[in-house]
């Protein structure tokens, strides 16, 4: 072990005949063999991606049936990869299908207040908690554009719901990154690369909300757009991903998700029917029926109208829906409510997920090994050569939006590196750009649904579609091209901390930002602008404050006042999470000891841990001469004492 330099060349203490030091011999300081104990290199800064070493035998190095088993073994692991991770990706559907049924129906409800949507905050925390409900922003932006389309709602006061989309569709691939708690450091890094995403679109909402209502920019802009092209109806967005997916979750369930629609858009006959798909072909035939009306004044122009007797005929057109075949998937013929197969498919899909997970993480840890590793780490995070350094982000930009395309949903895609975060093959700054091209890859999906709508609608449809995709670009202009303005990788970064040493902190912020903070906003908004207002005021002034208070503590201290200096003179809880770990720490080992032994082997295990380093600590401590006191007889090594005798 090297020395510390402040004694490197310090001479050792000669020992006496009797094994004693002198009394005027230098007694090296403590603390040095302390810093020397605690400076361990790999935990000098946690965010160092893990090092990837060769550790495998050379393909030269290899026999004939070395070389066989190692195909062999490498085919078979990469079967098994893509084996999880279409599971992967089917429970992530199935989760989807599992939330449309437990809140599908208070969703419709929930946009079914127009005089609410008007507010733009209420619009913008109703767009994100429909989207958690429904964990899909495609689902949320279609009710928002049958809205638009039926005329009860306007874009302009759509703008914001599909910002609050653009926030909602963020909750799935941190809630996959909850699942990678096991390990710290691996927890540290998933959840930052989760949550960049989250702070990039509560960001953007921050400064383009306001904005836009009180210009209107992107309503403008999408509607310049529209007025000056000639935008003709397309095909359907091609249907990538669902064609390898929905062979698997069509036979578990099917939706009808028009039900939410019409919920949303006032029809009452909707909320008598189930969200469950029972019958996958049907036919409508229309008909002529023969009514009678009061007078000749009611038949409507154009349509057939006489008069027999003393009654006023007149002929209507009856649609009526034949049923033709039945649906094959597994709750086709159980007679359960929505919300109990909600409960058990989100139960299944969870459990699906996090299996899959687990595994999938395990597999890339043992395929990512060897020479491969190295050049992957490598490719993934190097940046061009000077002076095309920055071009790197971009291209990272445009592969996400590609890969989000490809699959057709975001939340697929950012839960899909989320793992890759945590394992440290791909850092939190290639992640960010990554997650960045994703946003845009998911509106330009939308947009070509949009076009494949019915002319009536294709232009509501459009602009809405566009309105979501020039949010996304504002947000990256704000956030991306100067590496001063990435705030969310900063914060980012700080949560993971935050989360790594209180894992169950990220419970309360998946709580927090995506359930309580947006269901309290949507109460104060109901209740009018004036208690939203003065409520919401003095919160924003306060944690402008802290955040101005903080930042002169870390940098310019001597600018504040004594009292101001450190948050020392509040009680301990408001600032410090110790006392609150506490808590939560005696809750689990009560949970351990009366509900399950899960908690009380993940403590044992830690306190193992935790007793191996100290363990080690003292044992160097003890062996270290230095650090025994001046009264006691320094024994010199035996080598040493037999050398004076002789």
Same mark, same amino acid.
């Given at each position: 072990?090297?020395?510390?330099?402040?004694?490197?060349?310090?001479?050792?203490?000669?020992?006496?005949?009797?094994?004693?030091?002198?009394?005027?011999?230098?007694?090296?300081?403590?603390?040095?063999?302390?810093?020397?104990?605690?400076?361990?290199?790999?935990?000098?800064?946690?965010?160092?991606?893990?090092?990837?070493?060769?550790?495998?035998?050379?393909?030269? %190095?290899?026999?004939?049936?070395?070389?066989?088993?190692?195909?062999?073994?490498?085919?078979?692991?990469?079967?098994?990869?893509?084996?999880?991770?279409?599971?992967?990706?089917?429970?992530?559907?199935?989760? &989807?299908?599992?939330?449309?049924?437990?809140?599908?129906?208070?969703?419709?409800?929930?946009?079914?207040?127009? !005089?609410?949507?008007?507010?733009?905050?209420?619009?913008?925390? @109703?767009?994100?908690?429909?989207?958690?409900?429904?964990?899909?922003?495609? $689902?949320?932006?279609?009710?928002?554009?049958?809205?638009?389309?039926?005329?009860?709602?306007?874009?302009?006061? !759509?703008?914001?719901?599909?910002?609050?989309?653009?926030?909602?569709?963020?909750?799935?691939?941190?809630?996959?990154?909850?699942?990678?708690?096991?390990?710290?450091?691996?927890?540290?890094?998933?959840?930052?690369?989760?949550?960049?995403?989250?702070?990039?679109?509560?960001?953007?909402?921050?400064?383009?909300?306001?904005?836009?209502?009180?210009?209107?920019?992107?309503?403008?802009?999408?509607?310049?757009?529209?007025?000056?092209? /000639?935008?003709?109806?397309?095909?359907?967005?091609?249907?990538?991903?669902?064609?390898?997916?929905?062979?698997?979750?069509?036979?578990?369930?099917?939706?009808?998700? $028009?039900?939410?629609?019409?919920?949303?858009?006032?029809?009452?006959?909707?909320?008598?029917?189930?969200?469950?798909?029972?019958?996958?072909?049907?036919?409508?035939?229309?008909?002529?029926?023969?009514?009678?009306?009061?007078?000749?004044?009611?038949?409507?122009?154009?349509?057939?109208?006489?008069?027999?007797?003393?009654?006023?005929?007149?002929?209507?057109?009856?649609? %009526?829906?034949? /049923?033709?075949?039945?649906?094959?998937?597994?709750?086709?013929?159980?007679?359960?409510?929505?919300?109990?197969?909600?409960?058990?498919?989100?139960?299944?899909?969870?459990?699906?997920?996090?299996?899959?997970?687990?595994?999938?993480?395990?597999?890339?840890?043992?395929?990512?090994?060897?020479?491969?590793?190295?050049?992957?780490?490598?490719?993934?995070?190097?940046?061009?050569?000077?002076?095309?350094?920055?071009?790197?982000?971009?291209?990272?930009?445009?592969?996400?939006?590609?890969?989000?395309?490809?699959?057709?949903? &975001?939340?697929?895609?950012?839960?899909?590196?989320?793992?890759?975060?945590?394992?440290?093959?791909?850092?939190?700054?290639?992640?960010?750009?990554?997650?960045?091209? &994703?946003?845009? *890859?998911? $509106?330009?999906?939308?947009?070509?649904?949009?076009?494949?709508?019915?002319?009536?609608?294709?232009?509501?449809?459009?602009?809405?579609?566009?309105?979501?995709?020039?949010?996304? @670009?504002?947000?990256?202009?704000?956030?991306?091209? @100067?590496?001063?303005?990435?705030?969310?990788?900063?914060?980012?970064?700080?949560?993971?901390?935050? $989360?790594?040493?209180?894992?169950?902190?990220?419970? @309360?912020?998946?709580?927090?930002?995506?359930?309580?903070?947006?269901?309290?906003?949507?109460?104060?908004?109901?209740? *009018?602008?004036? !208690?939203?207002?003065?409520?919401?005021?003095?919160?924003?002034?306060?944690?402008?404050?802290?955040?101005?208070?903080?930042?002169?503590?870390?940098?310019?201290?001597?600018?504040?006042?004594?009292?101001?200096? /450190?948050?020392?003179?509040?009680?301990?809880?408001?600032?410090?999470?110790?006392?609150?770990?506490?808590?939560?720490?005696?809750?689990?080992?009560?949970?351990?000891?009366?509900?399950?032994?899960?908690?009380?082997?993940?403590?044992?295990?830690?306190?193992?841990?935790?007793?191996?380093?100290?363990?080690?600590?003292?044992?160097?401590?003890?062996? /270290?001469?230095?650090?025994?006191?001046?009264?006691?007889?320094?024994?010199?090594?035996?080598?040493?004492?037999?050398?004076?005798?002789?």
């Amino acid at each position: 072990m090297p020395l510390h330099p402040e004694f490197r060349d310090t001479p050792s203490p000669t020992l006496d005949d009797a094994g004693k030091a002198p009394k005027d011999s230098v007694v090296l300081s403590a603390y040095c063999t302390m810093d020397l104990v605690d400076k361990d290199p790999d935990e000098d800064d946690p965010w160092n991606l893990p090092e990837l070493q060769d550790t495998g035998l050379k393909w030269s %190095e290899l026999d004939a049936k070395g070389k066989v088993m190692w195909v062999l073994t490498s085919i078979v692991r990469f079967i098994l990869l893509v084996g999880f991770l279409y599971m992967f990706v089917c429970s992530l559907d199935v989760l &989807s299908s599992a939330f449309q049924l437990v809140g599908g129906k208070a969703a419709g409800d929930i946009f079914q207040d127009n !005089a609410v949507l008007s507010n733009p905050v209420a619009g913008l925390v @109703i767009g994100v908690l429909v989207t958690v409900l429904v964990q899909s922003s495609s $689902t949320s932006s279609s009710i928002v554009v049958s809205m638009v389309s039926s005329g009860l709602l306007e874009v302009q006061s !759509a703008v914001p719901v599909i910002m609050g989309a653009n926030i909602g569709t963020s909750v799935t691939n941190t809630i996959v990154a909850m699942m990678q708690a096991g390990d710290r450091n691996e927890f540290r890094r998933a959840f930052a690369g989760a949550t960049v995403h989250d702070f990039f679109n509560w960001l953007s909402v921050l400064i383009l909300l306001p904005l836009e209502a009180a210009t209107g920019v992107l309503y403008k802009l999408t509607k310049i757009v529209i007025d000056s092209f /000639n935008i003709q109806g397309g095909d359907n967005a091609p249907d990538l991903l669902n064609v390898i997916t929905d062979p698997l979750t069509s036979a578990i369930i099917e939706l009808d998700k $028009t039900v939410i629609s019409d919920i949303a858009t006032g029809d009452p006959a909707a909320r008598n029917k189930s969200l469950i798909k029972i019958w996958c072909k049907t036919e409508k035939i229309t008909t002529l029926l023969n009514i009678t009306v009061p007078s000749a004044a009611n038949c409507t122009i154009g349509i057939p109208c006489w008069v027999e007797g003393n009654k006023t005929w007149t002929q209507i057109n009856v649609t %009526e829906t034949i /049923n033709l075949e039945r649906c094959n998937h597994i709750f086709a013929y159980a007679n359960l409510p929505d919300l109990a197969v909600g409960l058990i498919l989100l139960a299944l899909s969870l459990l699906i997920l996090c299996t899959c997970l687990i595994l999938i993480v395990k597999l890339l840890n043992s395929m990512l090994k060897g020479q491969v590793a190295v050049v992957i780490k490598k490719v993934l995070n190097t940046d061009f050569p000077f002076p095309f350094g920055w071009v790197t982000g971009y291209i990272a930009i445009l592969v996400g939006a590609g890969m989000t395309f490809i699959v057709q949903s &975001s939340s697929v895609f950012t839960s899909a590196i989320t793992p890759l975060v945590g394992i440290g093959v791909i850092s939190l700054e290639r992640a960010y750009p990554l997650t960045l091209g &994703s946003n845009i *890859g998911t $509106t330009t999906t939308a947009i070509l649904a949009a076009m494949a709508a019915p002319g009536e609608t294709l232009a509501n449809s459009l602009q809405i579609a566009l309105c979501h995709f020039f949010f996304n @670009i504002a947000g990256i202009l704000l956030w991306y091209p @100067i590496p001063f303005t990435r705030i969310p990788i900063r914060l980012a970064r700080a949560l993971g901390n935050r $989360t790594a040493n209180y894992r169950w902190f990220a419970a @309360i912020y998946l709580l927090l930002c995506f359930f309580l903070m947006p269901l309290t906003i949507l109460g104060l908004s109901l209740a *009018g602008w004036q !208690a939203l207002v003065g409520v919401a005021v003095p919160i924003v002034v306060l944690a402008i404050f802290i955040i101005i208070v903080n930042l002169m503590q870390t940098r310019c201290p001597r600018y504040l006042p004594s009292r101001l200096r /450190n948050w020392d003179f509040l009680p301990r809880p408001l600032h410090s999470m110790a006392p609150w770990d506490g808590v939560v720490m005696s809750g689990m080992a009560f949970c351990g000891t009366r509900c399950c032994c899960c908690c009380k082997c993940c403590q044992k295990t830690e306190d193992e841990e935790k007793g191996g380093k100290e363990r080690k600590k003292s044992q160097e401590m003890y062996d /270290n001469p230095a650090l025994t006191r001046d009264d006691e007889p320094l024994e010199a090594p035996k080598e040493t004492v037999k050398a004076t005798q002789l």
